[in-house]
């Protein structure tokens, strides 16, 4: 960050050698989605990813420390100017949006597409009648009567202060000029106050607030050395973006990790899951008392045996992140190996459930490790407070059958999971045919019977002696069959043969008492 200078000169030409030029810079970059909660506002930002992007991809940890000062500081940005110069992903000018402010978000075009997507995502209508983005080299005239906000080091590393764009009214003897190599006590003036100092992957941050001028300021007082490096810079980068895409990790850390192993690319990732694995415990025991109403239950079926569980989270927006269903996926394999490991064989079926406490000692794997590390990374990763809940797990001997369904799958999932079902209700159903060649064919038979399950919500089997009526409601062959409603269920199935003999509904959020079947 810096301070602000007045224009001087050809700026543009300085800039070519830092930022790309080419108008089809996102064709090989891909997106990544990341949600924040800041000053009571949840917000989904895009930050595009790719080779030549330069620093126009990530969200800068001094841009979110800023947005944590605005909410420690419960500030009101309501009918003031704020404009955000190299905003990268605008995410600081869409919380000062958010906060009242009549925001202008500029940067170089090489951004312009990340922070027009992130404004639409997140700016209801009347936030986006007061808010602008604009290329920073065509920014319009405006008086500096507002807060200036910028959280771009390249900018800051190359002229020694903010690229201020041309037709700012400053005068020169009213800019406020900071060389990036000055002693921190060298911001102490009439008109200015230190407020806070950050540390962020070796540069340093000052916090300013400049009261004369109503504006707040991220000063950077040291440059980062991969800026000086020349040709090695490529490499690192190659690294960098490869370490990125294989961990998941933000660039900040995956860069910390790099220059802390010196390019061990190896060390690299070891440390970084180590370090994930630490933050996550500590960012799990900070959210754990918050409420998990959302989520998503995974069914997850091998031959004779199947598994259905529940995972929880605090939104239905991290629900609907891959790497919430990847999570889903690690416990419903683990659930399903320590139920083959522990099942007793025997000549009939077999169901059992398993509590949050039960579930907690469960492993990925023979050797691998247990479902609350994989939990406590899925934490530091996503934010959120989450729970492994529950599990069903059911055997069938031969001539015995699984069905399972389940409703309200996630809008995006990836191909990875394709052996898995997600959803928010599921059902597994248990059933026999008293045929040795069944006529029906039963794999369609008992997905039928479970997707009845899920519609209709039964708490037991019942009999074929049930009648319909007011007592028989919630016993499932009593019921009207969910695909044809003149018949009850037991009436559908007589004719074939068809046996229910145990049936399991989770629904997530609810009661896991609600669940259980007779």
């Not at 906000?149 to 900071?178: D, H, I, P, W, Y």
């Not at 269920?489 to 609600?514: H, K």
Request: proline fraction near 4%; charge should be negative.
């Amino acid at each position: 960050m810096a301070a602000l200078v007045a224009l001087e000169g050809d700026v543009e030409a300085g800039l070519q050698s830092v930022f790309p030029q080419e108008l089809e810079l996102f064709a090989d970059a891909f997106p990544v989605q990341t949600r924040y909660r800041l000053c009571g506002h949840e917000l989904s930002i895009i930050q595009y990813h790719g080779a030549r992007l330069g620093v126009a991809a990530p969200v800068w940890e001094a841009a979110l420390t800023l947005c944590e000062y605005f909410e420690a500081k419960k500030m009101n940005f309501q009918d003031k100017k704020v404009i955000e110069l190299g905003a990268g992903t605008g995410v600081v000018g869409i919380l000062a949006s958010l906060l009242g402010g009549h925001v202008t978000i500029t940067d170089l075009p090489v951004a312009l597409k990340q922070i027009e997507e992130n404004v639409h995502r997140n700016l209801p209508g009347q936030c986006m009648a007061r808010t602008r983005h604009n290329e920073l080299t065509r920014f319009p005239s405006l008086r500096l009567s507002g807060v200036l906000l910028s959280t771009n080091e390249t900018s800051a590393s190359r002229e020694g202060g903010v690229f201020c764009a041309r037709g700012f009214s400053l005068k020169k003897a009213e800019a406020l000029s900071l060389p990036c190599r000055i002693p921190v006590r060298g911001l102490m003036t009439s008109n200015s106050c230190v407020l806070n100092m950050l540390r962020v992957s070796g540069l340093g941050w000052t916090l300013v607030s400049l009261q004369a001028r109503g504006a707040l300021v991220l000063q950077q007082w040291h440059l980062p050395r991969f800026l000086h490096a020349g040709i090695p810079v490529l490499a690192a980068k190659e690294a960098l973006m490869k370490l990125r895409k294989k961990t998941g990790y933000s660039f900040v850390n995956c860069k910390k990790a790099l220059e802390k192993y010196d390019d061990n690319f190896e060390e690299a990732e070891i440390w970084l899951h180590e370090q994930a694995q630490k933050e996550g415990w500590n960012r799990a025991l900070k959210l754990q008392g918050r409420k998990t109403k959302e989520g998503l239950i995974g069914v997850l079926q091998e031959g004779s045996s199947a598994v259905m569980v529940e995972v929880n989270c605090e939104t239905d927006f991290v629900a609907q992140n891959v790497k919430f269903q990847q999570l889903v996926q690690q416990v419903a394999i683990g659930t399903m190996i320590h139920h083959k490991e522990t099942i007793d064989q025997s000549n009939t079926y077999a169901k059992r459930l398993l509590n949050s406490d039960e579930l907690s000692q469960v492993r990925t794997g023979p050797e691998g490790s247990l479902l609350t590390d994989q939990l406590a990374l899925a934490i530091g990763k996503l934010g959120e407070n989450m729970v492994v809940k529950r599990a069903a797990c059911i055997s069938v001997p031969e001539n015995f059958f699984i069905g399972s369904y389940v409703h309200g799958s996630p809008s995006e999932s990836s191909s990875l999971l394709s052996n898995m079902l997600f959803g928010r209700y599921g059902a597994m159903v248990i059933c026999s045919s008293s045929e040795e060649d069944p006529k029906s064919d039963m794999t369609e038979m008992s997905r039928r019977l479970a997707q009845h399950v899920v519609g209709m919500s039964p708490l037991s089997v019942g009999s074929l002696e049930d009648e319909p009526g007011d007592e028989s409601e919630t016993k499932m062959l009593a019921q009207p069959y969910v695909l044809e409603p003149t018949i009850s269920l037991g009436q559908y199935l007589q004719p074939t043969g068809v046996s229910v003999l145990d049936f399991v509904r989770f629904a997530c959020g609810e009661d896991p008492e609600l669940s259980e079947s007779s």
